[in-house]
């Protein structure tokens, strides 16, 4: 089968049982280190529940990110701008950015917005930057989705984890989550490069985090996120006035 990102003939290399019955295959490009599921046709049955009951980490891993994105967005782009969390779920993250003081709006065709409603997306605005967590991993068509958010913005911020190298078999890597059977899109270092290079943007990869930027971001922007979680998030909210008062006031005039 082809490559869903680069269009190059993918090989299989291995099969895996997801949801504890469907015995389904893994094909690798060669060209951009890219690993795909076979045609996903397990997935109406693998969302029953749009975010998968075994994602324990949802809100540490929230926590977590909102101080690493404020760090970012403070320091390298117009805090007072708009952004936008694309796949953003729950809203949890929508609304842990809107508490610390940064005008962020919530976007996904999936899951129903729980808590923060009256922020969706609404495209006649600019967004200054995209974030969007844990979502690549379940793209069925990753080139149509990022070309759907550079649109949106030439900014992106995102999590995925990245294929290791060598790629490892299913039994030996939990990413390939064979239990929710919602993960089917995996990215080693040369796919988000060969993507970032695609579309001529600014590629920066921190662990889990990744960066694909229209501009070039300062080399000692990886010791500024390592310091985020040792007070440095602290003293950049400084910098911005928290939105909780605002936004209840403005969605309890709505109702
Ligand atoms: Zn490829």
């Not at 005008?103 to 995209?130: C, I, P, Q, S």
Request: hydrophobic share 35%.
């Amino acid at each position: 089968m082809n490559c869903r990102i680069c269009n190059a003939q993918s090989k299989k290399i291995f099969s895996g049982l997801i949801l504890d019955k469907y015995n389904i295959d893994y094909f690798l490009c060669s060209n951009c280190g890219f690993l795909q599921t076979e045609e996903p046709y397990w997935l109406k049955e693998a969302y029953s529940e749009s975010i998968n009951i075994s994602d324990t980490g949802i809100l540490s891993r929230n926590l977590n990110l909102s101080k690493k994105v404020t760090t970012i967005l403070s320091l390298f782009f117009d805090k007072h701008g708009k952004f936008l969390d694309y796949a953003g779920g729950y809203g949890i993250f929508v609304r842990l950015m809107r508490d610390i003081g940064f005008d962020f709006y919530w976007y996904d065709k999936y899951t129903e917005n729980l808590v923060a409603r009256g922020f969706e997306y609404k495209d006649d605005t600019k967004y200054e930057v995209l974030t969007s967590f844990e979502s690549f991993e379940h793209f069925e068509n990753p080139i149509d989705e990022i070309e759907n958010m550079l649109k949106i913005s030439k900014n992106i911020l995102f999590t995925t984890e990245l294929l290791p190298s060598p790629v490892p078999i299913p039994s030996n890597w939990w990413y390939y989550g064979l239990d929710h059977g919602q993960h089917i899109s995996f990215y080693s270092d040369r796919t988000l490069k060969y993507i970032a290079r695609k579309y001529g943007l600014y590629y920066y990869n921190f662990g889990i985090l990744h960066l694909m930027l229209s501009k070039p971001v300062p080399k000692y922007i990886k010791y500024i996120l390592k310091l985020s979680r040792f007070g440095l998030f602290n003293i950049l909210k400084k910098g911005l006035k928290s939105k909780t008062w605002d936004d209840y006031l403005k969605v309890s005039k709505k109702i």
